[in-house]
């Protein structure tokens, strides 16, 4: 499987962009690539990973970092709660698995009423 079929990653604004796994395999497994990605993008910033597919509704399902010339600062990476995170942040992250309800209904972490709140509500 190609490392970018594992991921997707979604800028927001200017300085914020979320990766989102699209398998159980955590994304952050391949900074090398995502960051290859956000060079493309030219970006620096802030990332959010959103881990949910590989961690599920857990405590450690987001991990921010600081990005600098599309380099991420390992140094700086953090499990961060959902309440920490901008709200904007949390809508695109329902959006995001709303609009790709295949990756969630094939997915053998969550719930099944995990994934019906995701896509349905």
């Known amino acids: 499987m190609n490392t970018k079929e594992l991921y997707q990653i979604e800028r927001i604004a200017d300085e914020t962009a ?40 857990r405590p450690n399902r987001f991990v921010e970092a600081d990005v600098i010339e599309a380099k991420i600062s390992r140094p700086s990476m953090r499990v961060v709660e959902i309440s920490s995170l901008d709200e904007t942040v949390i809508e695109k992250t329902y959006e995001f698995y709303k609009s790709h309800p295949n990756l969630v209904e094939s997915n053998n972490i969550l719930m099944e009423e995990e994934k019906y709140y995701l896509i349905h509500d």
């Open 18 to 57: 979320v990766v989102f796994g699209t398998t159980y395999i955590n994304p952050i497994s391949y900074l090398p690539a995502i960051e290859e990605d956000l060079g493309k993008l030219g970006f620096s910033g802030q990332i959010v990973f959103d881990l949910l597919l590989s961690n599920g509704f």
